[in-house]
C-alpha cells in the first residue's frame, strides 16, 4: 500500500519537476558516496545514469556487463553509445560465466533468479576492485514492482531488478525511477537531453535473450536468436516500422518442426516474431504488421539462420500474455 500511496503522489508532476525534485534528493541520499551503476543500453539504466552522474558527477562509475545474452554486436555499440555521452564505464565480459551458471536449466523462474544473482554478484565482485563504492544504482521502473507482486502479494514473475537478488548485499541500493513508467522515464530522459537515439530505442529485458529462449540456453541457442533478431529488427528500421513499434523482438522455441530446403527434408528450430504497441508496459497490443513484410521476414531468417525452418508471429495481447514469453 505504501508504494501505490508513493506512486499517486507523483499523479500531477512534469518532467522538469521530477529532475529539479530527484537530483537534490540523490545528492542529499548519496552524499559523497560512490555509486556502481548496471548499464545495460536501455531507456531506463540510460536515464538512471545520466540522472546520478548530474547529481554525484564523477562519484558515479557504471559498469556493462556483457552476459553473452545481448542482441547481436549490442555490447560494442552500447561502449560506443556511452562513451559519446561522457559516461564513465567499465566493460566486464562474463558471457562464459553466466552460459555455465544456466547450462541444464529450463525454468523461467529459476533462469531470471540465476541472471539477476549473477548480474549482482559480478557488480559486486568489480565493485570491490574500485574504492569507497558504497551503493549500486539500478534502472528499476514502476511496472517493475507490479508485476513482481500483484496486489493479492502474489508474484507474477521475478523482474531483473527486483526478483533473484541475493539475501545478502556488499551495497545499498538507488532506484530513482522506481515510481515511473516507461513513457514517463522517456519524457524524463529528453528534459536531461539524451539524444533520441537512446530514448527510442525499444525496451529490452533484463536478462536479455535468456527470456526470448524457452528452454536450455546454450551458446548455439543465443546465436541462433542473435542471428534471427537482428534480421527482424533490421527489417523493421528499413520499412520505416521500428520507430511505430513500442518493441519488438524474436522468441527462440524448444521445439522442431519438419520443413523442406535443398529439396532435402530438415528437422529444424521455429522461432516467434513478436511487435506490439505499449505505453506503460502493463498492457500491450498487437502490431498488425503487413502481411507481406511478414512473409520476407521469415523468408530472410529461413533462408540465412542455420537452424530455423518455421517462423510464425505471435498476436496475443496483454493480458492475458505477457511481453516476454518467460
Not at 160 to 184: A, Q, S, T
Request: proline share 5%; net charge negative.
Amino acid at each position: 500500500m505504501k508504494k501505490m500511496t508513493e506512486r499517486a503522489m507523483l499523479e500531477n508532476w512534469s518532467p522538469e519537476e521530477f529532475v529539479k525534485w530527484t537530483i537534490p534528493e540523490l545528492k542529499s541520499e548519496l552524499g559523497d558516496e560512490k555509486v556502481v551503476l548496471g548499464l545495460s543500453g536501455g531507456v531506463d539504466s540510460t536515464v538512471t545514469a545520466v540522472l546520478l552522474h548530474r547529481a554525484i558527477g564523477s562519484n558515479l562509475v557504471s559498469i556493462f556487463v556483457d552476459t553473452g545474452l545481448m542482441r547481436r554486436n549490442e555490447p560494442e555499440e552500447v561502449m560506443e553509445q556511452y562513451s559519446k555521452l561522457g559516461l564513465n564505464v567499465i566493460c566486464v565480459r562474463a558471457a562464459d560465466l553466466f552460459l555455465n551458471e544456466l547450462k541444464g536449466v529450463t525454468d523461467p523462474e529459476q533462469k531470471r533468479k540465476i541472471i539477476g544473482r549473477l548480474f549482482i554478484e559480478v557488480f559486486d565482485e568489480e565493485a570491490q576492485r574500485l574504492d569507497g563504492i558504497k551503493w549500486l544504482g539500478q534502472g528499476t521502473i514502476y511496472p517493475d514492482i507490479l508485476e513482481s507482486l500483484n496486489a493479492e502479494g502474489k508474484l507474477i514473475k521475478s523482474h531483473h531488478n527486483v526478483g533473484g537478488l541475493p539475501e545478502k548485499m556488499n551495497l545499498g541500493i538507488v532506484e530513482p525511477l522506481r515510481l515511473l513508467y516507461k513513457d514517463e522515464v522517456r519524457r524524463i530522459g529528453k528534459t536531461l537531453g539524451i539524444p533520441d537515439e537512446l530514448l527510442g530505442r525499444h525496451p529490452f529485458p533484463g536478462p536479455g535473450l535468456g527470456v526470448r529462449i524457452l528452454g536450455e540456453i546454450t551458446a548455439e541457442r543465443v546465436a541462433i536468436l542473435q542471428n534471427a533478431d537482428k534480421i527482424f529488427i533490421d527489417a523493421l528500421r528499413k520499412a520505416g516500422l521500428y520507430d511505430k513499434i513500442w518493441q519488438a523482438g524474436v522468441i527462440l522455441l524448444p521445439v522442431q518442426a519438419t520443413g523442406v530446403k535443398n529439396d532435402e527434408r530438415t528437422y529444424g528450430n521455429a522461432v516467434v516474431l513478436r511487435a506490439v504497441h505499449s505505453v506503460n508496459a502493463i498492457t500491450a497490443d498487437v502490431i498488425e504488421l503487413p502481411y507481406a513484410f511478414l512473409t520476407g521476414v521469415a523468408k530472410d531468417i529461413i533462408n540465412n539462420v542455420e537452424g530455423v525452418n518455421r517462423v510464425v508471429y505471435d498476436i496475443s495481447p496483454k493480458p492475458p500474455a505477457t511481453i516476454e514469453w518467460e
